[in-house]
């Protein structure tokens, strides 16, 4: 079974600086997706960056982006320029590669951005 | 709006109740899934439909009642539930061209229930 594992329950960042959430997962699937979603207080669970396990590349999206480290099996988000409305629960998922397949969540960490 | 909507938003009810809880997907999607979010815990996997068809059942208890009538509607049917299982209750579709094609994973809002 796969697992993911968000080590920081909570961290804060100032305006405009930049953070980096970690995330560890353990599979032994070679093919996989990773995502990172973000769950602002409306509950909405927004998908901020998305990752392909046999790309190299690192994903990245404006603000967003993560480095993934295939043999460390570590997938860290890195948001640059924080925002205000950045702040939210952030959670780490795996997802296998073929079909209609369930994401397996981290717990979350929770970031907020301080003016 | 995400094109997942879920009904009701909250919910308060005794442990004798019986209540449903809606979600409703208009994307074309062709599986639906019922997650439960606790406080300081991982998204848990509750029920998955494919094409209609439940797929898989992560090990919940029986006072949970999953129901998929078609693609496009999920429900989760409570009774006689406990104090624990107040949570937020998430309902997300998805769909897949084939193997190796990106998903599309789209979630609703949720509905807070709290169990009295």
């Known amino acids: 079974a796969q697992t993911v594992t968000q080590s920081q329950p909570e961290m804060s960042v100032q305006e405009a600086e930049t953070v980096t959430l970690s995330c560890t997962y353990d599979?032994?699937?070679?093919?996989?997706?990773l995502f990172w979603y973000k769950q602002p207080p409306s509950r909405q669970m927004i998908l901020v960056i998305r990752q392909e396990a046999y790309k190299q590349q690192n994903a990245t999206e404006n603000r967003f982006s993560v480095n993934f480290q295939k043999a460390a099996k570590s997938f860290s988000l890195k948001i640059s320029d924080s925002q205000l409305g950045d702040t939210a629960m952030y959670f780490c998922?795996?997802?296998?590669?073929?079909?209609?397949?369930?994401?397996?969540f981290g717990k979350g960490t929770r970031l907020s951005v301080i003016a | 709006e995400t094109g997942v909507t879920q009904t009701p938003r909250h919910l308060v009810m005794g442990m004798t109740n019986k209540k449903s809880l809606k979600c409703e997907q208009h994307?074309?999607?062709?599986?639906m899934y019922w997650y439960k979010q606790s406080a300081k815990k991982p998204l848990e996997l509750m029920f998955v439909y494919n094409f209609k068809e439940q797929t898989e059942n992560n090990s919940v208890p029986s006072r949970f009642s999953p129901e998929c009538p078609n693609s496009s509607h999920l429900f989760l049917h409570l009774h006689t539930l406990q104090p624990e299982d107040s949570a937020l209750y998430l309902c997300?579709?998805?769909?897949?061209?084939?193997?190796?094609?990106?998903?599309?994973?789209?979630f609703g809002s949720g509905t807070r229930l709290t169990v009295v």
């Open positions: 998922a795996f997802m296998m590669y073929s079909g209609n397949t369930p994401l397996v």
């Open positions: 599979t032994s699937e070679s093919n996989y997706y």
């Open positions: 994307l074309g999607h062709n599986a």
């Open positions: 997300a579709s998805s769909q897949a061209g084939g193997p190796g094609q990106v998903v599309s994973y789209t």
